[in-house]
T-cell receptor, first 113, second 113 residues
């Protein structure tokens, strides 16, 4: 079975600063990796995903993530955040054929002016 | 990706009553799922809604408490029965899209008094 650890429950950052949200996973088989964002009072929106191929994945709203197999990590980054990026971010992992991802506990990104 | 809608978007209910949540997708999908997100928590899968047969429930969730219908490939309902304050959560439906990716509806925010 797979598991996901989001190391930071809350990340405060100032507007226009860079940010990294950390995600580590454990699995004995090859994985698919996802980042979702949940804005206040909304559902989950897919930011980006890694299924195979290039380990650097670009998503919506200027976010990107890098799959590092040796470190079993899939950290999310953005070079310059906006106030509107304030939201809850969830990392998720699934294995081929399971269709059902395991979600991390979430990281609250708080962008201050 | 599919467009998913849920009704109601939010509700306040009295303990002991039941609430049925509807999930509508704008295209036919093979797999639909129901999740619960308790306050400040991550997502927990309740069940997979199977078209034409009984839903597949995860450990800790039972049909008597969370009956699910899936009459066709675009629609599903989840009922939260005999509610208690512990059932106060966000309930999300999702569908399996391309690349083994789940896409989520906007959620139903339920408060039980």
């Amino acid at each position: 079975a797979q598991s996901v650890t989001q190391l930071d429950s809350q990340v405060p950052v100032f507007e226009e600063a860079p940010v990294e949200l950390r995600c580590n996973y454990s699995s004995s088989v090859s994985v698919y990796l996802f980042w979702y964002v949940q804005y206040p009072n909304q559902g989950l929106q897919l930011l980006l995903k890694y299924l195979s191929g290039s380990t650097l994945v670009k998503g919506i709203n200027g976010f990107e993530a890098e799959f590092n197999k040796s470190q079993t990590s899939f950290h999310l980054r953005k070079p310059s955040v906006h106030i509107s990026d304030t939201a809850e971010y969830f990392c998720a992992v699934s294995t081929g054929g399971s269709y059902i991802p395991t979600f991390g506990r979430g990281t609250s990104l708080i962008v201050h002016p | 990706s599919a467009v998913i809608s849920q009704k109601p978007s939010r509700d306040i209910c009295q303990r002991g009553t039941s609430l049925t949540i509807q999930c509508q997708v704008d295209s036919q999908v093979t797999m639909m799922f129901w999740y619960r997100q308790q306050p400040g928590q991550s997502l927990t899968l309740i069940a997979t809604a199977n078209q034409g047969s009984e839903a597949t429930y995860e450990s800790g969730f039972v049909i008597d408490k969370f009956p699910i219908s899936r009459p066709n490939l675009t629609f599903s309902t989840l009922t939260v029965s005999n509610m208690s304050p512990e059932d106060s959560s966000i309930y999300l439906c999702s569908v399996l899209g391309d690349g083994e990716t789940q896409y989520f509806g906007p959620g139903t925010r339920l408060l039980v008094l």
